[in-house]
């Protein structure tokens, strides 16, 4: 079958990094997305990889071992309003795709 | 407007009711999809819709009915509500033909329940 793990919660503090790691297993693989989401809203867009390696935007780096089955999502100098739920999602080979349930992050002063 | 936009917002609705979320998206977007999220879990999907016209059925699909009359809108019926479709409701559009990220975008998502 088809699953993604992600961890239910975490904890970090403003100003650290944090690390968000996410295995998945699916059926064909088209690409890994990452999502944040703050409560009561719509998820929005942070990141795509296909390829092996480490993707940098700003204080935002995701990261792909596609033989591992593996991703991270690692967010630096950590700000209050980074207090959300991030969302791992792989596509398949038909490119839909399969959501994690999501790491809630808090961010504590 | 810009983007995709949900309505209603917000709806409490009576079990063995008919309703219809409306989803519309002004990106040209080929390709529209409707999830539900419920805690705990993933999103996961409902319908979906490559392009108007066609439509698919998602990983949930049951209870739940669509049309894609045009590029622009994709409603989502409910023809019998029941307890159990109580969620948050979200639409996304995407368009791979713009790339090769495929990336889905949202709408505010609709809170349903049924009572």
């Known amino acids: 079958g088809q699953n993604i793990d992600q961890p239910t919660e975490m904890t970090a503090t403003e100003g650290a990094i944090v690390q968000i790691n996410c295995t998945y297993q699916t059926s064909g693989f088209n690409g890994l997305f990452w999502y944040q989401q703050h409560a009561g809203e719509a998820p929005t867009f942070l990141s795509y990889?296909?390829l092996d390696g480490l993707e940098e935007k700003g204080r935002f780096s995701s990261f792909l071992s596609r033989s591992k089955g593996y991703s991270y999502l690692l967010l630096k100098e950590l700000q209050m309003k980074d207090s959300a739920s991030y969302l791992c999602?792989?596509?398949?080979?038909?490119?839909?795709?399969?959501w994690g349930a999501g790491t809630k992050l808090i961010i504590k002063p | 407007i810009a983007g995709i936009t949900q309505a209603p917002t917000s709806q409490i609705l009576a079990a063995g009711r008919r309703m219809t979320l409306r989803c519309t998206q002004d990106?040209?977007?080929?390709?529209m999809y409707w999830y539900r999220q419920d805690l705990g879990l993933g999103l996961r999907l409902i319908h979906y819709s490559n392009t108007a016209g066609t439509t698919g059925k998602g990983e949930v699909p049951d209870g739940y009915s669509v049309s894609r009359a045009n590029t622009d809108d994709f409603p989502l019926t409910l023809a019998s509500a029941v307890p159990s479709q109580t969620s948050v409701y979200f639409c996304?559009?995407?368009?791979?033909?713009?790339?090769?990220?495929?990336?889905?975008?949202f709408g505010p998502g609709t809170r349903l329940t049924v009572l």
């Open positions: 996304a559009s995407s368009d791979p033909g713009l790339g090769d990220t495929d990336t889905q975008y």
């Open positions: 990889n296909v």
């Open positions: 999602a792989c596509m398949d080979s038909n490119y839909q795709l399969i």
């Open positions: 990106m040209r977007h080929n390709a």
